[in-house]
């Protein structure tokens, strides 16, 4: 990427978008700096931006832009100016069209001026001239340009069908969930987390052992089939975030700690439960999401996950479903992707366990129309080679 300007500001702020949508500052080459210093007025800044500073003529931009687009290290360039009484902004305009109608690669400008450029502004559209009125969006807009540059010349992502999924087990217990709770049409209704880990295991997704527990020895029996320690999460009508309300406890090893749990969040309480799960092992936490949109069907969401996930916001999304480079793309586009890949020494997490899960859940909600909302979170991240763990799966589902 490449910027011309005639003001440092707009150069660094368009420099600092280009930054956020991941394009590069092109080197220019010794070459290139070298033409640019016979065009330019003395004192330009001949690196990349180039800075004609406060008095370039208007055919310089022309002549700038050649120079610049024959690099063979640029593939954009982007052309800003700040009107000033001594440069016509309208001729400006016109020395930036010629030189775009001579390139073979993408030219966009910005100008800066409010009702001053209105005519520069008719003169770009009509050269075909992308105009932008500030660096960010023009930012913006040549990294959404580069994007689509990317997909058209990718290989052929058309995810194919995971096999080892069980469709007849998982539409069994979402069938049977519906009549329990005589749901109704469209409303949709929230699954317990017992039966929402049943639905994603069918699918070959990881949930830990888990059991719903009425009384305090039901609790303590599962804890003792589960091995080692567990956590206890409790079941309440319209409870969403456990965490919020004290709805959990880890690493409970003893039958005292489980029947200590479930008199706390359970107690006398009819409509109460608390589900016992054996404890994951530690890792990195991770979320996946998938919502059914309106016009485009499901859509995957992934990102950091935890308690932070609505503070952060640190997500990826894709349409469902979706193959595995697909799903690597998506991962690497976060920061939890970028911390997965090992930072500072740490050491990787399963990468590869997080694109099998992600692709699941693609298929899962592709192959049920009936799935409107599902999220897993967290999803714990072994290290690599380790796998991954569903230890919280949350769905709801409609009559669809």
Same mark, same amino acid.
């Given at each position: 990427?490449?910027?011309?300007?005639?003001?440092?500001?707009?150069?660094?702020?368009?420099?600092?978008?280009?930054?956020?949508?991941?394009?590069?500052?092109?080197?220019?080459?010794?070459?290139?700096?070298?033409?640019?210093?016979?065009?330019?007025?003395?004192?330009?800044?001949?690196?990349?931006p180039?800075?004609?500073?406060?008095?370039p003529?208007a055919?310089?931009?022309s002549?700038?832009?050649?120079?610049?687009?024959?690099?063979?290290?640029?593939?954009?360039?982007?052309?800003?100016?700040?009107?000033?009484?001594?440069?016509?902004?309208?001729?400006?305009?016109?020395?930036?069209?010629?030189?775009?109608?001579?390139?073979?690669?993408?030219?966009?400008?910005?100008?800066?001026?409010?009702?001053?450029?209105?005519?520069?502004?008719?003169?770009?559209?009509?050269?075909?001239?992308?105009?932008?009125?500030?660096?960010?969006?023009?930012?913006?807009?040549?990294?959404?340009?580069?994007?689509?540059?990317?997909?058209?010349?990718?290989?052929?992502?058309?995810?194919?069908?995971?096999?080892?999924?069980?469709?007849?087990?998982?539409?069994?217990?979402?069938?049977?969930?519906?009549?329990r709770?005589?749901?109704?049409?469209?409303?949709?209704?929230?699954?317990?987390?017992?039966?929402?880990?049943?639905?994603?295991?069918?699918?070959?997704i990881?949930?830990?052992?888990? +059991?719903? !527990?009425?009384?305090?020895?039901? $609790? =303590?029996?599962?804890?003792? &089939?589960?091995? /080692?320690?567990? %956590? #206890?999460?409790?079941?309440?009508?319209?409870l969403?975030?456990?965490?919020?309300?004290?709805?959990?406890?880890?690493?409970?090893?003893?039958?005292?700690?489980v029947?200590?749990?479930?008199?706390?969040?359970?107690?006398?309480?009819?409509?109460?439960?608390?589900?016992?799960?054996?404890?994951?092992?530690?890792?990195?936490?991770?979320?996946?999401?998938?919502?059914?949109?309106?016009?485009?069907?499901?859509?995957?969401?992934?990102?950091?996950?935890?308690?932070?996930?609505?503070?952060?916001?640190?997500?990826?999304?894709?349409?469902?479903?979706?193959?595995?480079?697909?799903?690597?793309?998506?991962?690497?586009?976060?920061?939890?992707?970028k911390?997965?890949?090992?930072?500072? +020494?740490? !050491?990787?997490g399963?990468?590869? $366990? =997080?694109?099998?899960?992600? &692709?699941?859940? /693609?298929?899962? %909600? #592709?192959?049920?129309?009936?799935?409107?909302?599902?999220?897993?979170?967290?999803?714990?991240?072994?290290?690599?080679?380790?796998?991954?763990?569903?230890?919280?799966?949350?769905?709801?589902?409609?009559?669809?």
């Amino acid at each position: 990427m490449a910027l011309l300007t005639n003001a440092g500001g707009p150069a660094a702020l368009a420099a600092d978008g280009l930054d956020d949508v991941g394009l590069k500052m092109a080197d220019l080459t010794p070459e290139t700096q070298a033409q640019l210093k016979a065009v330019t007025p003395h004192g330009t800044q001949l690196g990349n931006p180039v800075d004609m500073l406060g008095g370039p003529r208007a055919e310089m931009f022309s002549a700038t832009l050649d120079i610049i687009l024959a690099d063979p290290g640029v593939d954009m360039a982007l052309a800003m100016f700040v009107p000033q009484a001594i440069t016509p902004v309208n001729d400006v305009a016109r020395h930036v069209v010629e030189a775009a109608a001579r390139a073979s690669k993408p030219v966009a400008c910005c100008l800066v001026g409010g009702v001053s450029i209105t005519e520069a502004i008719h003169i770009l559209h009509e050269g075909n001239v992308p105009f932008y009125p500030d660096p960010t969006r023009a930012a913006k807009a040549l990294g959404g340009l580069w994007q689509y540059a990317q997909l058209k010349t990718r290989p052929d992502l058309t995810p194919e069908p995971l096999e080892d999924v069980d469709r007849a087990l998982a539409e069994g217990i979402l069938k049977q969930a519906w009549e329990r709770m005589q749901g109704q049409g469209n409303t949709p209704v929230f699954l317990d987390a017992e039966t929402a880990g049943a639905v994603a295991a069918a699918y070959g997704i990881r949930v830990p052992f888990s +059991g719903i !527990a009425h009384t305090a020895e039901e $609790a =303590v029996t599962l804890a003792e &089939r589960a091995g /080692g320690p567990v %956590v #206890a999460k409790l079941i309440a009508p319209g409870l969403i975030h456990k965490a919020d309300v004290g709805g959990i406890a880890l690493g409970l090893r003893s039958g005292d700690e489980v029947r200590a749990a479930f008199a706390r969040m359970v107690g006398s309480n009819a409509d109460r439960a608390l589900m016992v799960q054996q404890m994951a092992p530690k890792g990195q936490e991770v979320i996946l999401g998938a919502q059914r949109d309106p016009q485009f069907g499901p859509l995957l969401m992934f990102g950091m996950g935890g308690i932070y996930v609505e503070v952060l916001k640190d997500v990826a999304f894709r349409l469902a479903p979706l193959c595995a480079e697909d799903a690597r793309a998506m991962i690497a586009e976060t920061a939890a992707g970028k911390i997965m890949a090992g930072v500072r +020494g740490q !050491a990787p997490g399963d990468i590869a $366990a =997080v694109v099998d899960t992600l &692709r699941r859940v /693609g298929q899962l %909600v #592709a192959d049920f129309p009936q799935i409107s909302e599902m999220d897993i979170n967290p999803l714990i991240v072994g290290a690599e080679g380790e796998g991954a763990w569903a230890v919280d799966v949350r769905m709801a589902i409609t009559g669809s």
